[in-house]
C-alpha cells in the first residue's frame, strides 16, 4: 500500500514536470449544427482529392474545407468504417460493403457484398474496420473478414471474437479479445508467440515506431515490444491511461504519439521531450471520447468524437493560450517569464510559473500593459504601476491607468501613457526615479519622443499633443497640434514609430510633423500602403501588425517595400480587444492578446505556400461546370478549395470581371447575386507578400431572363398581334357605334335645340309681355298716383267751397274766401317733390334709358316725358307742371324735336315702348 503511494506521488510530480509546456495547438471544433449529421465519428479519412472523409453513424460525412456534405447508404444502416484507395472510399457497414465515387460535385455508392450475396441471413456482421494489404482490400467484423481482390470476395470466419487487425512488419495481425495476437497468412491463423500477456485484453492500436512495437489496450495501458521482448510502456503517463480506456492511437510526424481515450480526450505526447499534452474539455475540447483518429497531408489530427469532430493543428506554428473558466477574463497584456507567463486582464494581473495558474493578490482590476526592462516587468494597472521583479510584486506610484510603455528613440528612458498625462522614467535601473510630465493632467494613450525637450501625446478621446520641455523636464508648453492644423476629426490617434521616425494616423490618415513649417504633412509611404487601416503595432525595426478589415496581417519592412502576411482569421475571430492590440516579442515567438487567453505565432515572410487549388461552383445545388451557363437572377456559389486546412493555407484573392479591387476569399467561399445576363469570368488570385499571381479562372454566362427568351420573345410578338388585332377590331366596333351614336346624338341634339328655341321664344314672349305689363302697371301707378293727388286736392277744395256758400252771403266776402280756400288746397311744394320722387323711383329704369339715349334733356323735358308715359293728356298734365294748356302743347312740340320724332309718330306710344 505504502509503495503504491509513493508510486502515485511520483507520478503527480513528473506529471507535474511533463505538463509544463501549458501553450495548446489551436484546435477547430465542428459539431452537429456544422455537418448536420449525427452523434459518434467512428472513423476518419482523407481522400485523394484532399475532402475529409468521416464515418458518421447514418452519415459519409465530406469536408473540403469551404463546405460540409452528407451521404446516406441505399439501406440507410449505420456506417462503421471508411478506407480511401485512390478516388474510392470504401465504407463499412452493418451487412453491408461497399465504396463511394464522386462525380460532378456528388457521391455516388456502389455496393460490392450485395452483389455477391456475401452475407447470410442469419448473421449479423458489421464492418468495423477496412484496410489494404497485399493490394487487396480486407474488410473486417468482430467474427469475420472479408478479402476482396476486385472481383471476387473470399470470407474468413475466424474462430474467436477480435477487436481489430493491424499490419505490422509485412505481416497481418489478428487481435482476439481473449486469446491474445494471432498472425493470418493465406488464410491460416497462428498465435504469435511471446505476446500471451495480452490474453484477456480489448486491443485497440498496434503501432510500430523506431523498430519498436507499440500495443494499446484498452484498459491495461501500453505495451511495447523491443527486441522480442514485450513489457509494460515504462512510462508514467501509463498509470494514466490505463484509468482513461484508449480507443485509438497513432504515431505523427516530429517522433509524436497521439493517444485518444474514451474519458480523457486525448494526449499528444513528445517523445525527444518526454512531455506531454492532455487536450480535453476542460481546455478546447468539446467531449473527452475520442473515437477515431485521422491525419491529413499537413500532418495535423483530425478527431472523431463521441459528438463532434476536432481538427488540431499539432504540427502549426501557432499555439493557444485557452481558458474557458472565466477566471483570466480578457487579456490586455502578456509577457514570457523564466518560469512561465504573466498576463494583465480586466480581472487583474496573473502568472503561470510552473505549471500553476494564479491571481496575483491585491492586483485585482483592470490591468493594461506588462512591459519588460531588463530582468523588470513594468505593470501598467486602474490602481497605478507595479513592478515585477525575483518573483515579487511590489507598487511603483500611485498614477492610475499606465495604458502603455514606450522607449524614447533619444536616450534609455521611459515613457508611460496613463490616465493623466505622461510619466517618464530615466533610469531602467531605477525605476523609483520617475517625472510626471506637467501641463497635461488628459487621458493619454500612445506617447512617442524622437527628440530632446519634446514629446508627442496622443489623448485617449481627441486630440494630438506636442509637449516642450527645458533639461529640467519641466514643461514650457503644450500644444494640441491636430487642432492647430485644423484637422477636425483627431478622434482616437495613434502614435507608430517607424525607424526612428515618428508617424500619426489621425482618421486614417498617416501625417509626420514638420519641425521647419511647425505642420503636419501627409506620408505618402504609409498612406500608399497602410490606408483605411484600424491599428497597427510595432515589433521591432523591421516587423509590425496591422489590423485591416478584422483581418491581422503581419508586416516586413524591406527598404520601402512591405511583405505583407496573413494570420488566418478562425485563430483570433471574435477575439480580438479592438485598440488593446498588443505584441510581446519572446526569441522566434510572438505573443498576442485576446479576449480569452493568447496566441503564440511565428512570422515567417518566405510565403511558400501551395497554389494548387480546385474550383467547384453551385448553383441551386447544382454543380456548374467552367464556361456553362446559370439562370438569371439566381445566387453563385464558387468554393476554392486549396485541400490544405491548417496554418499553411494560402493567400487567395478574386477578381469579377477585372475589376480594380482584389477581395479577400474568406472560408474558400465566393458568393455572387444579382449578375446581369452575359459573360462573367473570376480570377483567383495568389498573394505571396509583394504581388498577386494569377492561379486559376473561371468562366461561366448568365442566361437572359426567362422574359427576355426567344420563345417568351414570340409570345410577346403573338401577344402584341392579338392585342393590335383586338385594338383594331374593338376601334372599328366602336367607330361604327361612335357613329350611330353621333347620328342620333344629332337628332337628340336637333330636338332639344328646337324645344330650346320653342322655349326660347315662348320665354322671351313671357318676358315681353311680362314687361310691357310692368311698364303699363309702372303707368298706371303714376297715373293712378298722380289723379288720386289731384281727386283729392279738388274734393278737399270742393267741400271747402261748399263750406263757404252755405255759410257766407256776403259775395265780396264769399268771392275772397274762395279764392282763398282755392289757394290753401292748392298743391305744397312738399307734396309735389314727394310725389315727383315717388315718380321719379317708380320709372327710373326709364329715366336712366331716356338720359342714355338722350343727354341733352332737362329735368323738365324728363319729367314731361314721365307724364306722357303715364299716358296723361296735356290737360291733365298742366295743372300737375303747374303751366297752361298751350305752355303743355308747346313742350311737347319741343320735346319731339329733341327725340327726333318724325311728324307721323305718336310721342306717348314712343315714350311707353322706349
Keep these: ?14 506529471s507535474s514536470h511533463l505538463c509544463s509546456q501549458e501553450l495548446l495547438p489551436f484546435v477547430e471544433n465542428y459539431n452537429k449544427s456544422n455537418y448536420q449529421g449525427d452523434n459518434q465519428i467512428w472513423n476518419v479519412a482523407q481522400g485523394n482529392d484532399d475532402a475529409m472523409y468521416f464515418a458518421n453513424n447514418h452519415y459519409l460525412l465530406r469536408y473540403d474545407g469551404v463546405k460540409w456534405e452528407k451521404n446516406t447508404l441505399p439501406n440507410k444502416t449505420i456506417i462503421r468504417s471508411i478506407m480511401v484507395d485512390g478516388d474510392k472510399i470504401y465504407s463499412g457497414s452493418y451487412k453491408e460493403f461497399g465504396y463511394w465515387f464522386r462525380k460532378e460535385g456528388k457521391m455516388y455508392y456502389v455496393s460490392i457484398s450485395s452483389r ?8 449479423n456482421e458489421e464492418i468495423w474496420k477496412i484496410f489494404k494489404f497485399n493490394n487487396k482490400i480486407y474488410f473486417q467484423s468482430f467474427n469475420e473478414i472479408f478479402l476482396y481482390d476486385g472481383k471476387t470476395i473470399k470470407k474468413t470466419k475466424l474462430p474467436f471474437l477480435i477487436s481489430y487487425c493491424f499490419i505490422i512488419d509485412n505481416q497481418l495481425l489478428i487481435a482476439s479479445v481473449e486469446k491474445g495476437v494471432f498472425i493470418m497468412n493465406n488464410s491460416k491463423i497462428e498465435k504469435l508467440k511471446g505476446w500471451d500477456v495480452l490474453k484477456n485484453n480489448v486491443i485497440h492500436a498496434i503501432e510500430k515506431h523506431k523498430n519498436k512495437t507499440y500495443i494499446f489496450t484498452k484498459k491495461n495501458g501500453v505495451y511495447v515490444e523491443e527486441n522480442g521482448v514485450l513489457s509494460s510502456w515504462k512510462n508514467p503517463l501509463n498509470e494514466t ?7 485509438v492511437a497513432k504515431f505523427i510526424k516530429n517522433n509524436k504519439l497521439v493517444i485518444g481515450t474514451a474519458s480523457k480526450g486525448i494526449y499528444v505526447f513528445d517523445l525527444n521531450a518526454n512531455t506531454y499534452k492532455n487536450i480535453n474539455r476542460n481546455n478546447v475540447l468539446m467531449n473527452n471520447s475520442v473515437l477515431s483518429i485521422g491525419l491529413d497531408k499537413e500532418n495535423d489530427l483530425w478527431l472523431g468524437l463521441d459528438n463532434g469532430i476536432a481538427h488540431i493543428e499539432v504540427n502549426s506554428p501557432i499555439s493557444i493560450f485557452y481558458d474557458n473558466s472565466g477566471v483570466l477574463g480578457s487579456v490586455y497584456s ?51 504601476t507595479f513592478i515585477y521583479e525575483n518573483g515579487v510584486f511590489s507598487k511603483l506610484n500611485d498614477r492610475n491607468g499606465g495604458w502603455n510603455l514606450t522607449k524614447s528613440n533619444i536616450n534609455n528612458s521611459y515613457l508611460q501613457a496613463t490616465y493623466s498625462g505622461v510619466t517618464i522614467y530615466n533610469d531602467a535601473n531605477d525605476l523609483t526615479l520617475k517625472i510626471d510630465v506637467k501641463g497635461l493632467l488628459k487621458p493619454i494613450k500612445y506617447a512617442a519622443q524622437n527628440k530632446i525637450n519634446e514629446i508627442w501625446a496622443a489623448d485617449n478621446y481627441r486630440g494630438l499633443y506636442r509637449i516642450q520641455l527645458n533639461d529640467s523636464y519641466e514643461t514650457i508648453d503644450v500644444e494640441n497640434v491636430s487642432q492647430r492644423n485644423k484637422i477636425a476629426n483627431d478622434f482616437g490617434v495613434k502614435i507608430f514609430e517607424f525607424r526612428g521616425e515618428i508617424l500619426f494616423l489621425i482618421h486614417n490618415s498617416w501625417y509626420t510633423y514638420n519641425s521647419i513649417t511647425n505642420q503636419l504633412e501627409l506620408n505618402q509611404l504609409f498612406n500608399s500602403n497602410f490606408k483605411n487601416i484600424s491599428d497597427i503595432v510595432v515589433i521591432d525595426d523591421s516587423h509590425f501588425i496591422v489590423l485591416k478589415d478584422g483581418l491581422l496581417y503581419p508586416i516586413y519592412a524591406n527598404a520601402n517595400k512591405f511583405v505583407w502576411n496573413s494570420i488566418q482569421e478562425k485563430y483570433y475571430k471574435g477575439k480580438i480587444i479592438n485598440d488593446n492590440l498588443k505584441i510581446f516579442k519572446n526569441k522566434d515567438n510572438y505573443l498576442l492578446n485576446l479576449d480569452d487567453g493568447f496566441i503564440s505565432l511565428q512570422l515567417k515572410y518566405d510565403n511558400k505556400q501551395s497554389t494548387t487549388i480546385k474550383i467547384e461552383a453551385f448553383s441551386d445545388t447544382n454543380l456548374v461546370k467552367n464556361n456553362s451557363k446559370i439562370n438569371y437572377n439566381s445566387e453563385l456559389k464558387i468554393n476554392v ?10 493567400n487567395l484573392f478574386y477578381k469579377i470581371d477585372n475589376g480594380n479591387d482584389f477581395i479577400a476569399i ?24 509583394l504581388n498577386y499571381s494569377k492561379i486559376a479562372n473561371f468562366e461561366f454566362t448568365v442566361a437572359k431572363p426567362w422574359y427576355f427568351s426567344f420563345g417568351m420573345i414570340l409570345v410577346y410578338l403573338i401577344v402584341v398581334g392579338l392585342i393590335l388585332y383586338l385594338y383594331y377590331k374593338w376601334n372599328k366596333i366602336k367607330y361604327i357605334q361612335k357613329l350611330k351614336f353621333q347620328e342620333e346624338e344629332l337628332k337628340h341634339q336637333k330636338k332639344i335645340l328646337e324645344m330650346e328655341l320653342k322655349a326660347e321664344n315662348e320665354l322671351n314672349v313671357q318676358e315681353y309681355e311680362k314687361h310691357i305689363l310692368e311698364l303699363e302697371l309702372q303707368s298706371k301707378s303714376s297715373e293712378v298716383a298722380g289723379k288720386s293727388l289731384s281727386i283729392a286736392k279738388q274734393s278737399e277744395m270742393i267741400e271747402n267751397i261748399q263750406g263757404i256758400l252755405d255759410t257766407e252771403t256776403d259775395f265780396n266776402k264769399l268771392k275772397s274766401e274762395i279764392k282763398k280756400a282755392i289757394k290753401i288746397n292748392a298743391v305744397n311744394k312738399h307734396e309735389w317733390e314727394t310725389f315727383e320722387t315717388n315718380l321719379n323711383q317708380i320709372h327710373n329704369e326709364f329715366i336712366i334709358s331716356l338720359t342714355k339715349k338722350y343727354p341733352n334733356l332737362t329735368s323738365k323735358d324728363i319729367k314731361l316725358c314721365i307724364y306722357l308715359k303715364m299716358n296723361l293728356s296735356s290737360k291733365e298734365i298742366a295743372p300737375i307742371m303747374n303751366i297752361s294748356f298751350r305752355g303743355v302743347e308747346l313742350h311737347r312740340y319741343r320735346l319731339r324735336k329733341k327725340l327726333n320724332l318724325v311728324q307721323d309718330e305718336n310721342l306717348s306710344k314712343f315714350l311707353i315702348i322706349l
Excluded at 491511461?241 to 480507443?247: H, T, V, Y
Design 334 to 384: 502578456v509577457a514570457t517569464t523564466d518560469k512561465g507567463y504573466l498576463m494583465a486582464s480586466n480581472h487583474g494581473v496573473f502568472k503561470y510559473e510552473n505549471n500553476q495558474f494564479l491571481s496575483v493578490p491585491n492586483m485585482q482590476g483592470q490591468a493594461w500593459n506588462i512591459s519588460k526592462i531588463n530582468n523588470k516587468y513594468l505593470i501598467g494597472h486602474n490602481e497605478g
Design 641 to 650: 478549395i486549396s485541400g490544405i486546412f491548417g496554418a499553411t493555407k494560402p
Design 116 to 123: 455477391k450475396n456475401v452475407f447470410d441471413d442469419n448473421e
Design 1 to 14: 500500500m505504502k509503495l503504491r503511494i509513493i508510486k502515485i506521488l511520483l507520478l503527480c510530480f513528473i
Design 666 to 689: 474568406k472560408g474558400g467561399l465566393i458568393v455572387l447575386n444579382n449578375l446581369s445576363n452575359g459573360a462573367h469570368f473570376v480570377t483567383i488570385y495568389n498573394h505571396d507578400g
Design 241 to 247: 491511461l490505463k484509468a482513461a480506456n484508449i480507443n
